[in-house]
């Protein structure tokens, strides 16, 4: 595989950073040179890796082609680029639907969507891949979960639920001023706090149960679990979720 990436920022160093941490085959990767810095530092990890004078470089130079630029300048920077029926595009740019990238590419050539995390640099991360793609599948199951969906509804749907990262990391800082004003110091909450999820996450990985099964397992009747959990629900904490990540979802499919 000949590979190239146009825009050389954080999804494209998690995603070169994984494939040569975990062995994904390859003969060559092009990048782009637009972010000199990051470019400069993937090509000194191996001699495979090559930074490009230009985009239409990265292009001439490869058989994948993942396209990893902010949307507002999408079209400005891929309608310069002439791409062929050899390209097998993947496309890493949020809320351009594969009918409007069909458009900018100009190509008959197989595209697919996909939407990473850094995580992928690490093994430990999802991806979500519209259509079903061989290429894009072989790429991201090495690099952690790859999850193929059949309509860009489905697609829009999972990248929805990544707009809870903040929150995520809200609901710990939460729980480590908690401790905080117990008189534990803030660097010891924080990485108790970090190993307890670490481990939470892990569990999630040993078995295919449903979440709602993991719930009730870990709640034992009148214990302090099932204390919390009931509190939450009563007051309607997690249907706030539901309702928010609705708004995000009319978001991404420009309804908002």
Known sequence: MRAGFIGTGTITQAVVTGMLRFGVPFERISLSPRNARTAAELAALDGRIHVCASNQEVLDNSDVACLAVVPQIAAE???????????????????????????????????????????????KGSTAICPADEVAKAIFAALGEAI????????????????????????????????????????????????????????????????????????????????????????????YYGEALDGVLRRIRGRA
Not at 176 to 199: E, H, M, N, P, T
């Open 77 to 123: 920077v891929l309608g310069e680029l002439e791409f062929d029926a050899r390209h097998h595009v993947i496309s890493f740019m949020a809320g351009i639907s594969l009918d409007q990238l069909r458009g900018l590419v100009r190509t008959s050539g197989k595209i697919a969507r996909a939407v990473s995390l850094p995580a992928v640099a690490e093994g």
């Open 148 to 239: 193929e969906v059949d309509s860009e509804d489905k697609f829009d749907a999972l990248s929805a639920v990544t707009a809870t990262m903040a929150s995520f990391y809200a609901v710990l800082e939460t729980q480590a001023s908690w401790l905080a004003k117990q008189g534990i110091d803030y660097a010891d909450a924080r990485a108790f706090l970090s190993g307890y999820c670490v481990g939470l996450a892990h569990d999630t990985t040993r078995t295919e149960q449903p979440f709602s099964a993991m719930v009730m397992h870990c709640m034992t009747p009148g214990g302090i679990n099932e204390q919390v959990h009931t509190e939450l629900s009563r007051r309607g904490a997690y249907a």
